[in-house]
């Protein structure tokens, strides 16, 4: 039987959205409340109170969950259904299965183990795959199983194949930890699961490759990294968090990328903790994120 | 007719907290459904799920509020009521009356008249009382009333009268902005209103007087701020807001004041704001903010 | 005669740039010193130890610094000429002039007018100009000449024109404080100052028209704002300054205008000051701020 | 031979204070440059214009620095001697020795190994000892030695006298890496290099013990830490950097550590950067951080 998160024990995440309406909050609450959940917390939002779209989370406690959970995903059914809501209902108690994708740095792959280990990232991690070597030892001696799948010359479609059959039924999520390899839509439509990216730039400012040389040359004062969903438009993806530093004229491309990478890897945590504990919505090319 | 926010025409508040137990939110957003209300946002916290205190905030929109308060008032005490719940129902249309205190310095002042000019704070100001004159020509500038209070010497209780007088039965929260004397707990308890201060440091660092040059002496690399309501006990009331800025070993005790005096000013604006807008609980010597 | 700054009497900064070369700063500081000044601070920087440029800002205090100005003047030609450099030598105690141009928005050009009132920014304010008359009063009340020029129809070239007249001979530099007129190529020709924006995004991200907006369209979550000189590529010119603030999903575009109005006023600020106490050397399209 | 930093061959760093007094700075770059030195960075300041403290780091390359030392040192002392200037001469080179002292907790210690391993920091860590051994495989692990020192029971003495066997002349500063035992005077007096310790909170506040708890009680809404040289008076060492997090009301004393972890280390990191690249003078309980 798979890995338990205990402290999350017989907490269900449920999130809801659809067409606002009259009463929705009310409905969800007293559904919960019928199936003897307790609500720990509940966030709500609707992008327009007049037609708009409703998003909830709520997190609730119910004694024996699991056995719980097939009554309360009918009941679910029967009340969201007509109503036209999608919901998803997850047991906080298990984690979701994160594979990580890497190349040669180690700084966001590191932060993600680190954290792992500390008990602050509510995920299981089946593995770390990378087109290079180098940090093979690193990942290992967390106790967590490294896999090289060599990627040279322009054609990525077997390195590409290879992965998806590593990923394929075995994990929930993935993240490009500064992963230096094109995503092919291809790919995309494969996988089957979301895939959550770092930039190192304040996306939509210097798109594309090498954000630290082009951030030097246009003067900026600050840097930025953006952690966001892939999609087939690269570096369009929906945003799920950034942050900043300050930079000054005396620095240069490569101090720019040192100072950058704490930014990085700090903005791609917290996307993939908020990730893992169900906080992110996506609605069209956004993220609704309950923090 | 007083001034109304049109903005916030047929929108309450709606505070709740007491013992945390089983099916509160359930109860609480029915009872609003079935007044016909619609919910805006909702935050909600409890402080331990077993045997805490439970917080929440509903911001919901109902038409012809104004008609249905009375109604909805009932229902909240026969609902509340016995299940030892206190509770405040506040029509957000109607924006607070907030009295402010000042002295000679102007740079909170001032932000709170430039807000509430932008329309980006939802109170009125009836007064601004000063123990000085030089800010009166700019209060003037604004439309508001200004009035000068002598206070000179170590009795302050004829000031405090004329104060107490100005105040009674005309604002519903005072603001100290930056206002240098000290107030006397004979005013709080005739005051009958929270009143808010600004203090320049990030308490409990550099209580009482002078903290720049506390701060320049003891060579913080930040300073910072601190809101908090005011209590009998000085500077040791529940913090609403904080904030700081970056200073180095260059600059004199004269340097951190007037940097100092962003962050007050922006703090205090905050605190003012989520006051007025019923998103701070007191509870014990702790706020709960939902901002 | 003209208006003094005390605290910087006997003040003179000396701004040095050029080819980086062997034994610069001790032949500047020996100048200084053969002239009687004693170094307050020194900055510098050269942007290549190997061929690069050099750039420096040394403050420094020489008693009777007026009578003493050409003197210096002529030993800075005498030695640096040779060496390729260029300098500028500015008695501190004379504020620069600056004139605001604005529109109808009030929160760049209030904030500069305060923080000019509070001594915090050594400039005289010889006019406000504005294409609307929102601001008039405000502006007077604080003792400041208020023009009115304006600006209708799609020929802007007749408005220019009046205003080059009002600024010729009459300002050091001019800042655009949101002023909501596009600046011709001739009028920057023409005008013979520098010229500071302020650009409500965090450049280059939402380059043009609308960047709230945008941010919002995209669903940032940071808002920045940008000073910068202009030049004739439109959001192109040298960064002076930057800064973000949080934002989420909740919050609609006039809500990421409001907030963001105040990450303007601060940067302008920021960068104004910097300027009017020469602390920013323009190269290429870059600046080397020594704040 | 010892390790060298080949990016900072014939680099060294000059420091010198003392008494301000006119002509210090041409004095000392007049000297840098006659012995063939070219000025890098120069950063410099005074407390008090008028008799007060002068400070200055110079950085400067001088090809075939090692064998230039003792000739540049001559000088120093022959010009800087009769003006009662302190100085300091380091080649930038040779990384300093760091020994880091740690308990059971691993964010700061892996933030220093792992900054190190990368080049980012400009030490050789002889040692890492540790009063538990939980640490000692992930140190290891970056090829550094691990030593285990027990310290049980109230009379510390005979673990100080191991730890000081360890570091005497082997190591030119000492790390407390949240190191969970009180150092005593009698060790301060025979260590002999400079301890930096960093305290989980933004100093003042907080002193002393369990201050995560201290800060949910008192119910602030910012974190810090602070990093700083260790003196016999606890928790009152010159302070070297602060930084802080934003927190809220919902967040548990076990949160606000988690969080504060991640400004521990970075405020830590900070700190032994500056440090070992001789850019903190102390001067009196405050330090001047050139950074």
Redesign the interface.
């Known amino acids: 039987m798979a890995q338990r998160n205990d402290a999350m024990r017989d907490h269900a995440a449920l999130i809801v959205h659809g067409p606002d309406q009259?009463?929705?909050?009310?409905?969800i609450?007293?559904l919960?409340?019928r199936n003897d959940g307790?609500?720990?917390?509940?966030?709500?939002?609707?992008d327009d109170?007049e037609g708009g779209t409703f998003f909830q989370r709520v997190l609730f406690?119910r004694d024996g969950l699991t056995a719980a959970m097939p009554d309360i995903e009918k009941d679910l059914a029967d009340t969201l259904g007509p109503l036209k809501m999608s919901w998803t209902l997850t047991d906080q108690s298990v984690p979701k299965r994160m594979a990580v994708l890497a190349s040669t740095s180690d700084?966001c792959l590191?932060e993600l183990l680190?954290r792992h280990r500390?008990g602050?990232l509510p995920v299981t991690i089946p593995m770390v795959i990378s087109n290079h070597t180098n940090v093979a030892?690193?990942v290992r001696?967390f106790g967590i199983p490294f896999v090289h799948v060599h990627s040279q010359g322009p054609d990525k479609s077997e390195a590409e194949q290879k992965i998806l059959q590593l990923l394929t039924g075995n994990v929930d999520f993935v993240v490009l930890a500064r992963y230096m390899q094109i995503i092919s839509p291809d790919f995309l439509d494969k996988v089957g699961v979301p895939i959550i990216n770092i930039h190192h730039s304040?996306?939509?400012?210097?798109i594309g490759a090498a954000p630290y040389r082009k951030a030097k040359e246009?003067?900026?004062?600050?840097i930025?990294a953006t952690s966001h969903y892939v999609t087939k438009d690269l570096d369009e993806g929906?945003?799920?968090?950034?942050?900043?530093a300050r930079v000054?004229?005396?620095m240069t491309a490569a101090d720019l990328q040192?100072r950058g990478a704490?930014v990085e890897r700090?903005v791609l945590s917290r996307a993939v903790q908020w990730h893992a504990e169900d906080r992110v919505i996506r609605h069209g090319?956004?993220?609704?994120?309950f923090d």
């Open positions: 009259h009463g929705l909050v009310s409905a609450t007293s919960i409340s307790n609500i720990v917390t509940l966030d709500q939002y609707s109170p406690h700084h590191l680190w500390r602050q030892e690193d001696s304040f996306l939509p400012a210097f246009r003067g900026v004062k600050l930025g929906p945003i799920i968090e950034q942050d900043i000054n004229h005396a040192a704490y700090a090319n956004h993220t609704i994120v």
